[in-house]
């Protein structure tokens, strides 16, 4: 009945794994959840007088489908101040977040027969879009032991005919790195000599702890001529419901997104975009003071992950995840029955200790499991004496 490209879609087993917690809680248990992808901070209030402000002017209408100019302008400034980068504005496209920025992309680059090399572990969108655009995506490995760094050998060594695209994200999810400037070189300079598109995903270049997360695309004009930056309001801001995203790149590119967006959605929410200019333009302290924040529960999460025995974490440069080796954990018993995924590993820590987290499979790791630190520090503390409480509790 239904067309073959959704039958193929895989279900998120993060929303999965949020929907269990949410009937947990329901029915009255105190669940720790460790699913979340988004800031537990509130939009700053400077963002939602702007939209009140939008709203009473009736900035209510349909606007230019690619985003009003204004915003366009604005996205453009910030890009510079904050990334190095100089796109004019009608090299930006404003989306309805930066995962609809993402699957315009895939939509306007590539079809069938296409590959898209994806460093993983990777954010489980990615393959997912390249699927439903009937293309490849081709998994290339990256290494715990090197933090998860992108390896441009391996990138080579994957390069077939066919390949159209690299997708970069820096900082990553899951695994929080941060891609050194001497890798993204080396990607750059094989771009331009192989002739393929880089996608730099930057959604979480806010937050970066160990120094800036450097953009591929700020190392010279022609690795800046065949890359497609995307970036988003949602997690700088704490505006993940507004759904304010943006690309930008080579005209000929941003036309056809814009022309593509036309077709689908028109413009994004119009008083949501007027909110996006006060966030991009207005004072950015908040986006420091919650980086900050951030970055205390980091090391809070990965010391106490790495003081449970069978559990050991690499510590992430970058975004709000821990992504935690649980793989010495296999073959303990629970219930009986050993644990023998990272599926496992999840399903006993919710039933057993009343934890979310999100299976590191989905991730393409099946060795790891993520957890957001966009939570309390409390909660933070609290989650961890559980899972010290089930990991003990398991039988050897
Ligand atoms: N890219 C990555 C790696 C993400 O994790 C997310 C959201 O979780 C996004 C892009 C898209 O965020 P949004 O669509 O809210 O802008």
Not at 40 to 68: C, E, H, N, S, V
Not at 145 to 169: H, Y
Not at 182 to 204: G, T
Not at 326 to 338: T, Y
């Amino acid at each position: 009945m239904l067309a073959q490209r959704v039958r193929r879609l895989a279900p998120s087993a993060t929303l999965a794994v949020t929907a269990r917690a949410e009937a947990l809680r329901a029915q009255g248990i105190d669940v720790i959840s460790f699913g979340a992808g988004e800031p537990d901070f509130d939009t700053p209030q400077r963002i939602k007088d702007a939209a009140i402000r939008a709203l009473r002017a009736g900035k209510t209408k349909y606007t230019d489908a690619a985003g009003i100019p204004e915003l366009r302008a604005a996205v453009s400034l910030a890009l510079k101040r904050d990334r190095g980068l100089e796109y004019s504005p009608d090299q930006v496209l404003i989306s309805v977040g930066g995962k609809h920025s993402l699957y315009n992309l895939c939509a306007v680059l590539f079809q069938a027969g296409d590959e898209v090399l994806i460093p993983s572990p990777y954010w489980v969108t990615y393959p997912e879009q390249i699927r439903l655009v009937e293309a490849t995506p081709v998994f290339v490995p990256t290494d715990e032991s090197t933090g998860f760094e992108v390896d441009p050998d391996r990138i080579r060594r994957a390069l077939t005919s066919r390949t159209r695209a690299l997708i970069l994200n820096s900082p990553n999810n899951p695994t929080g790195a941060v891609f050194g400037v001497e890798s993204l070189k080396a990607l750059a300079a094989l771009a331009v000599e192989r002739d393929f598109w880089v996608i730099s995903d930057e959604c979480y270049a806010a937050l970066s702890y160990e120094g800036p997360a450097p953009s591929i695309a700020t190392l010279g004009p022609e690795i800046q001529a065949r890359t497609l930056v995307v970036n988003t309001c949602s997690k700088a801001y704490a505006m993940t419901g507004w759904r304010i995203g943006y690309a930008a790149g080579p005209r000929p590119i941003v036309k056809a997104m814009a022309d593509f967006q036309s077709q689908c959605t028109s413009n994004p929410t119009s008083i949501a975009m007027w909110a996006a200019i006060e966030a991009l333009t207005g004072p950015q302290d908040e986006v420091a003071t919650m980086a900050q924040e951030f970055n205390r529960r980091r090391h809070a999460i990965v010391n106490g992950l790495n003081a449970i025995p069978g559990i050991r974490c690499v510590v992430p440069k970058g975004a709000f995840y821990a992504f935690p080796n649980v793989s010495d954990l296999f073959g303990h018993r629970w219930e009986g029955q050993p644990l023998k995924s990272s599926s496992d590993v999840a399903a006993c820590l919710l039933e057993a200790g009343r934890i979310a987290v999100v299976p590191g499979l989905d991730f393409g790791a099946d060795h790891h499991i993520r957890l957001s630190y966009a939570t309390s520090l409390s909660s933070i503390e609290e989650g961890l004496e559980r899972i010290r409480r089930v990991v003990a509790s398991l039988e050897q």
